[in-house]
């Protein structure tokens, strides 16, 4: 191997990146402009910036650190779907540089279409924008019940919980449409490979916290009222809590590897107010990019190639990594809906 290729989802750096931002994300998905509104709202909240790129440029150094000590020399590339650095001019330039076969680090730990399948499709675009040149590019496999993973989400649960005498522990991640869950994984598993695999991440990081009770729910909707979404949604969550006498809850985003701006926004700001008009104590867990485990976990992933390194993982549970030059998932997982047959 050549280099390892950060890729991840993008975010604006500045107010005016905002909409164009925004119009690449939901491009041909039909979002009436009102969302995209209110979402730049969110932004707009935020100073206009994501801390996205930020944070993935963090990690990324703290990756880098790690594969120098381990005597490991890849350079570390950074590309993303929806915003600069775009993924395809950063394969153009690491055609440039020499670069001729790459492992693919893609910020999500989960499968599913848009967690998982969308990252291959980023692959094949940027491969077939640099043309013949193009470096042949191999996807690390999903890490979601990685013992680094759970780890560092079990100890920012306790974190996020000291101080709490009694609380109700909810985890959280990207809702999507309950028929693109329905067609995530082989025909075989029988669907809902997303869900599944958020639910026994968040199993393995409580049984870590060794906490018993906890709820799943899900977050950051963006779909059209008509098309059922995996719920409940966190903020009708909180009513149901409130209903039953819980008097705190401790919210770990167990989906997500980074607070970038659906957590800040969505968790920190929406929930975190609706728990405290509820008269609910509110604590939420960070995700895992800037803990040192992460960048070890990245790094033992590098090494399942480089080197040869065991496998990690803490269930039975499936997890795929399979686009190797330009040819995603031979098993037919993380299918968009409309495409299985």
């Known amino acids: 191997m050549d280099a390892l290729l950060w890729l991840s989802f993008g975010g604006p750096d500045k107010p005016e990146d905002v909409r164009p931002f925004l119009e690449n994300v939901t491009r041909g998905r039909g979002v009436p402009p009102e969302r995209l509104d209110e979402v730049e709202h969110h932004y707009q909240s935020f100073g206009g910036v994501s801390p996205i790129n930020e944070l993935n440029r963090s990690a990324i150094a703290a990756v880098t650190d790690v594969l120098a000590r381990q005597g490991i020399e890849l350079p570390v590339y950074f590309g993303n779907r929806n915003w600069h650095p775009m993924v395809e001019d950063t394969v153009a330039r690491m055609a440039a540089d020499g670069v001729r076969r790459a492992l693919v680090f893609p910020t999500s730990a989960y499968g599913g279409y848009s967690a998982c399948r969308q990252y291959d499709e980023d692959i094949v675009r940027a491969r077939a924008a640099v043309g013949p040149g193009a470096p042949e590019l191999v996807k690390l496999r999903q890490f979601f019940d990685h013992p680094l993973f759970v780890g560092a989400f079990a100890d920012a649960v306790r974190s996020a919980a000291e101080g709490l005498s009694e609380y109700r522990l909810v985890f959280t991640a990207h809702s999507v449409p309950t028929a693109a869950d329905a067609a995530s994984g082989p025909p075989a598993e029988g669907g809902g490979r997303y869900s599944r695999q958020v639910a026994e991440a968040a199993r393995l990081v409580a049984a870590e916290v060794g906490v018993a ?129």
């Open 213 to 341: 009770g906890y709820d799943v729910v899900w977050q950051s909707r963006s779909g059209p009222p008509r098309i059922p979404w995996l719920e409940p949604d966190i903020l009708d969550h909180l009513d149901t809590l409130a209903g039953r006498g819980v008097p705190a809850v401790v919210v770990c985003p167990v989906g997500f590897v980074s607070d970038h701006l659906e957590v800040g926004w969505d968790l920190d700001t929406e929930a975190a107010e609706k728990a405290a008009g509820l008269g609910m104590g509110f604590a939420r867990a960070a995700s895992p990019s800037g803990d040192p485990r992460f960048a070890e976990l990245v790094v033992e992933l590098v090494r399942e190639h480089v080197a040869g390194a065991p496998v990690r993982k803490l269930s039975d549970f499936p997890a795929a990594g399979c686009t190797v030059d330009g040819a995603p998932c031979a098993e037919l997982c993380c299918e968009p809906q409309r495409k299985r047959r």
